[in-house]
């Protein structure tokens, strides 16, 4: 806040500018002259004001800003989606290739080992069965 806007608020609201007196009862009599303050309502309303412009452009351009983080902020919610889906389908690749290796390991060796030999002997002529 600006020091003069700052010292026009404060006359305009500090009560200890005023002539004061007190009564028998201990309460607080002040003296003010509305006439001669007229000048000071308008300056520190004009100086108020200008400051309530200012606030209102200010939160004008962090509203931009804002949009703008918005924007960004939805950008990376989708990919972050996106790697998620990825993520449970690998997952899933890899749940169902673990339970296949521990199917495999599972059968004696030498069953594991004609089965991964199959190939080769039906390539060669020999059938798998009569071996």
């Known amino acids: 806040m600006p020091a003069e806007m700052l010292t026009a608020f404060l006359a305009f609201v500090n009560p200890t500018s005023f002539p004061r007196g007190h ?3 201990g309460n607080a009599i002040v003296a003010v002259d509305l006439a001669e303050r007229p000048d000071d309502h ?3 309303a004009a100086t108020l004001k200008a400051r309530i412009e200012m606030l209102e452009a ?3 351009k962090l509203e ?3 949009a703008v983080h918005r924007g960004d902020f939805e950008r990376e919610r989708e990919k972050v989606l996106k790697t998620t889906a990825e993520l449970m389908a690998a997952r899933e690749a890899t749940a169902r290739i ?3 290796l521990a199917a495999f390991q599972a059968r004696p060796w030498w069953r594991r080992l004609f089965t991964s030999f199959s190939p080769v002997l039906s390539g060669a002529g020999l059938d798998a ?3």
């Open 23 to 25: 009564r028998n009862n």
């Open 42 to 44: 308008q300056a520190v």
């Open 58 to 60: 200010d939160i004008a």
């Open 64 to 66: 931009a800003t804002a």
């Open 98 to 100: 673990a339970g296949e």
């Open 129 to 131: 069965q009569h071996a």
